[in-house]
């Protein structure tokens, strides 16, 4: 296709991200970071993990975005005894047909969020993070489908980490991104203050189809993506493997190990994603790099040595950024 | 009574201390240097083999206990001596024994083969050993152990330890003078001198010119033409004012420039690399007006930022 077209096209299939910012904006203030990930991971069909303290409106957003378009949205928050079948669904028996009939569980909604995802033993994690990469669910004999769109938001809390199960290496990399939200700004916070002392917050209007999503990731799908940028993508995950071949000796002790295929796909994927939210049909360096941190953070295995010496899985990617040539 | 026997035991052992075996030719003989000992002191043997015929004589093969309780401390090589005009061959071993059990001790005879035939061999006198025990005077109170001894500074070991550290000291410093005096370069050959790196300006308009005598858009190959104009553009801007330029993207690049140089630089930069990212990443085709003025713009901000040379350094260099 034609990138004309191509343009043409994102702009058209693009419309609905400014109707949904507006409808956003009602109800979270400030936060402008953390809901343009949600909507690069809504379109990339990817899932995401979001770290931050409690009260910065991470159930907010979430539940926002949901009442925005016309899905389903429920809410899990994992405990210490919660168990697979209480995410996934079972099987209860009819006394009245004396047969066995299956009750699904939350997992089954549009927008799921996973609310302390690190509170819950390992079993539950895996029941959930399977049921993110399949998008389905087992339930005795009978496979089910999971409603399209998908898309989990787990969140975890950098504090209190005593009596938590973090997750292992390989299931934090089945989320697409992770994104750390930090505290709004004096003024924001200000507006917030405002619109809950008042009480009168605003209603959310469903104003999107869920179809409007599934063809706008189509569309996301469709953006030009040159040579060069794909180069520079591999350039970036070979140097969270190979430091050393990219003149960053410093980095070879600090990384543990470096960003897999997946991560790759990711960033390519979310920098697509980006392109499309900024109404363009084409990316950019500044579309990977607006993205790199929440693609390769959760992806990047620092050394005791680097924790030692307080040197963040973000710092080694700014290394990173400040050495791979920019094409 | 008591006394008797040992005198008679004394006498035997005086007489058995230096014992010997003849037989043809071959004489043989074991010698302790004492047959008294004290638990634990050393004493020698020494096994002799006086040898007048041509024959071949064999020591036995002592390993590092002689009879149970006698032990070999040390062991000499064979001494070879030849005597009157070369018909006498003495052959002498010394073994240095111990015991560290008191009581007597009865060492038989040391055989010697003669031809390395087992039939055929010559023999030493046995010999008695009587190893004794320090006497304990029970009357007496105990002891305490004594302090250790302190041994006296002396002069001369100091002397000896900082003279062989001075002396490594000044071979290594030698050696190191000569490795580095070795290493040193050349001097160049009269005639050539070295040459004066370009500036930047004069690199970066070199590699414009030669861009714009490729032709490289004029025959099709836009995405080419701009991304080698946008490379040189960034890597003059890095050489001259100093930020990673190759490492940042166009947004970065620009909110560099903002601070160094003026407004028509700043405007000229962005149209030159806004455009090559539009070639490079969405297959922009560019019109040959804003080809031709990317080059003129690139050649523009080079000449404008360019460091401003002084008259006299003109004339210096003139």
């Given at each position: 296709?034609?990138?004309?077209?191509?343009?043409e096209?994102?702009?058209?299939?693009?419309?609905?991200?400014?109707?949904?910012?507006?409808?956003?904006?009602?109800?979270?203030?400030?936060?402008k970071y953390?809901?343009?990930r949600?909507?690069?991971?809504?379109?990339?069909?990817?899932?995401?993990?979001?770290e931050?303290?409690?009260?910065?409106?991470?159930?907010?957003?979430?539940?926002?975005?949901?009442?925005?378009?016309?899905?389903?949205?429920?809410?899990?928050?994992?405990?210490?005894?919660?168990?697979?079948?209480?995410?996934?669904?079972?099987?209860?028996?009819?006394?009245?047909?004396?047969?066995?009939?299956?009750?699904?569980?939350?997992?089954?909604?549009?927008?799921?969020?996973?609310?302390?995802?690190?509170?819950?033993?390992?079993?539950?994690?895996?029941?959930?993070?399977?049921?993110?990469?399949?998008?389905?669910?087992?339930?005795?004999?009978?496979?089910?489908?999971?409603?399209?769109?998908f898309?989990?938001l787990?969140?975890?809390?950098?504090?209190?980490?005593?009596?938590t199960?973090?997750?292992?290496?390989?299931?934090?990399?089945?989320?697409?991104?992770?994104?750390?939200?930090?505290?709004?700004?004096?003024?924001?916070?200000?507006?917030?203050?405002?619109?809950?002392?008042?009480?009168e917050?605003?209603?959310i209007?469903?104003?999107?189809?869920?179809?409007?999503?599934?063809?706008?990731?189509?569309?996301?799908?469709?953006?030009?993506?040159?040579?060069?940028i794909?180069?520079?993508?591999?350039?970036?995950?070979?140097?969270?493997?190979?430091p050393?071949?990219?003149?960053?000796?410093?980095?070879?002790?600090?990384?543990g190990?470096?960003?897999?295929?997946?991560?790759?796909?990711?960033?390519?994927?979310?920098?697509?994603?980006?392109?499309?939210?900024?109404?363009?049909?084409?990316?950019?360096?500044?579309d990977?790099?607006?993205?790199?941190?929440?693609?390769?953070r959760?992806r990047?295995?620092?050394?005791?040595?680097?924790?030692?010496?307080?040197v963040?899985?973000?710092?080694i990617?700014s290394?990173?950024?400040?050495a791979?040539?920019?094409? | 009574?008591?006394?008797f026997?040992?005198?008679?035991?004394?006498?035997?052992?005086?007489?058995a201390?230096?014992?010997?075996?003849?037989?043809?030719?071959?004489?043989?003989?074991?010698?302790?240097?004492t047959n008294?000992?004290?638990?634990?002191?050393?004493?020698?043997?020494?096994?002799e083999?006086?040898?007048?015929t041509?024959n071949?004589?064999?020591?036995?093969?002592?390993?590092?206990?002689?009879?149970?309780?006698?032990?070999?401390?040390?062991?000499?090589g064979i001494?070879t001596?030849t005597?009157?005009?070369?018909?006498?061959?003495v052959?002498?071993?010394?073994?240095?024994?111990?015991?560290?059990?008191?009581g007597?001790?009865?060492?038989?005879?040391f055989?010697?083969?003669?031809?390395?035939?087992?039939?055929?061999?010559a023999?030493?006198?046995?010999?008695?050993l009587?190893?004794?025990?320090?006497?304990?005077?029970?009357?007496?109170?105990?002891?305490?152990?004594?302090?250790?001894?302190?041994v006296?500074?002396?002069?001369?070991?100091?002397?000896?330890?900082?003279?062989v550290?001075?002396?490594l000291?000044?071979?290594?410093?030698?050696?190191?003078?000569?490795?580095?005096?070795?290493?040193?370069?050349?001097?160049?050959?009269?005639?050539?001198?070295?040459?004066?790196?370009?500036?930047?300006?004069?690199?970066?308009?070199?590699?414009?010119?030669?861009?714009?005598d490729k032709?490289?858009?004029?025959?099709?190959?836009?995405?080419?033409?701009?991304?080698?104009?946008?490379e040189i553009?960034?890597?003059?801007?890095?050489?001259?004012?100093?930020f990673?330029?190759?490492?940042?993207?166009t947004?970065?690049?620009?909110?560099?420039?903002?601070?160094?140089v003026n407004?028509?630089?700043?405007?000229?930069?962005?149209?030159?690399?806004?455009?090559?990212?539009?070639?490079?990443?969405?297959?922009?085709?560019?019109?040959?007006?804003?080809?031709?003025?990317?080059?003129?713009?690139?050649?523009?901000?080079?000449?404008?930022?360019?460091?401003v040379?002084?008259?006299?350094?003109?004339?210096?260099?003139e």
């Amino acid at each position: 296709m034609d990138i004309k077209e191509i343009n043409e096209k994102i702009q058209k299939e693009s419309e609905f991200v400014d109707l949904l910012n507006l409808e956003l904006d009602k109800v979270i203030i400030g936060q402008k970071y953390m809901v343009e990930r949600l909507l690069v991971g809504l379109l990339s069909n990817g899932h995401i993990l979001l770290e931050g303290v409690p009260g910065l409106a991470k159930t907010l957003a979430i539940k926002s975005l949901s009442d925005c378009i016309h899905a389903d949205f429920s809410r899990i928050q994992f405990t210490p005894d919660l168990l697979p079948a209480d995410l996934v669904g079972t099987q209860i028996y009819n006394q009245k047909t004396h047969e066995f009939t299956v009750r699904q569980g939350p997992i089954f909604a549009n927008f799921v969020l996973a609310d302390e995802i690190n509170r819950a033993p390992a079993k539950v994690q895996s029941a959930l993070l399977e049921a993110m990469q399949e998008r389905q669910v087992t339930i005795g004999d009978k496979t089910f489908k999971l409603p399209e769109p998908f898309l989990v938001l787990a969140t975890q809390n950098p504090i209190e980490q005593e009596g938590t199960y973090p997750l292992p290496e390989a299931q934090v990399d089945r989320f697409l991104l992770k994104v750390v939200i930090g505290y709004p700004k004096k003024e924001e916070e200000q507006k917030i203050i405002r619109l809950n002392v008042e009480g009168e917050f605003p209603k959310i209007e469903k104003i999107i189809q869920p179809e409007v999503i599934l063809n706008a990731r189509k569309a996301v799908r469709e953006v030009y993506m040159d040579e060069k940028i794909e180069k520079y993508i591999i350039d970036i995950v070979f140097a969270t493997r190979f430091p050393g071949e990219y003149k960053l000796d410093k980095l070879v002790p600090l990384i543990g190990f470096g960003g897999s295929p997946r991560a790759s796909i990711s960033l390519a994927m979310a920098s697509k994603a980006y392109a499309f939210i900024t109404r363009r049909g084409y990316v950019i360096p500044e579309d990977v790099r607006a993205v790199c941190y929440d693609v390769l953070r959760h992806r990047i295995g620092i050394t005791y040595e680097a924790e030692a010496e307080n040197v963040t899985s973000e710092d080694i990617i700014s290394e990173i950024l400040n050495a791979v040539e920019v094409p | 009574m008591k006394c008797f026997i040992k005198i008679s035991f004394l006498a035997i052992g005086l007489l058995a201390s230096i014992t010997g075996y003849s037989q043809g030719s071959v004489k043989v003989t074991a010698t302790l240097d004492t047959n008294f000992i004290l638990i634990g002191d050393q004493i020698n043997l020494l096994l002799e083999v006086t040898n007048t015929t041509k024959n071949e004589v064999e020591f036995p093969l002592i390993l590092d206990t002689i009879i149970e309780g006698v032990e070999v401390f040390e062991k000499s090589g064979i001494d070879t001596i030849t005597k009157e005009g070369y018909d006498t061959v003495v052959y002498r071993q010394n073994l240095v024994i111990t015991s560290f059990d008191s009581g007597f001790y009865a060492m038989s005879p040391f055989r010697f083969l003669i031809n390395g035939d087992t039939a055929n061999y010559a023999e030493t006198e046995p010999l008695l050993l009587e190893v004794q025990t320090i006497p304990v005077k029970i009357e007496e109170d105990i002891k305490d152990i004594k302090d250790p001894l302190s041994v006296p500074f002396d002069w001369f070991e100091v002397v000896k330890y900082v003279g062989v550290g001075l002396f490594l000291i000044i071979l290594l410093g030698i050696i190191l003078f000569f490795i580095l005096s070795k290493k040193k370069p050349t001097e160049i050959v009269s005639g050539f001198t070295q040459r004066k790196p370009l500036p930047p300006h004069e690199i970066a308009l070199a590699k414009l010119q030669t861009l714009k005598d490729k032709k490289l858009w004029q025959h099709g190959r836009v995405k080419e033409y701009h991304s080698e104009i946008s490379e040189i553009l960034r890597e003059y801007l890095e050489a001259r004012l100093g930020f990673n330029a190759m490492e940042q993207v166009t947004d970065e690049i620009m909110s560099e420039l903002e601070t160094r140089v003026n407004e028509d630089v700043q405007r000229k930069s962005k149209t030159i690399l806004q455009l090559s990212d539009l070639a490079k990443f969405a297959k922009f085709e560019p019109l040959p007006d804003e080809n031709e003025q990317s080059m003129d713009f690139a050649v523009d901000i080079v000449n404008s930022i360019k460091p401003v040379e002084l008259p006299e350094e003109k004339k210096k260099q003139e």
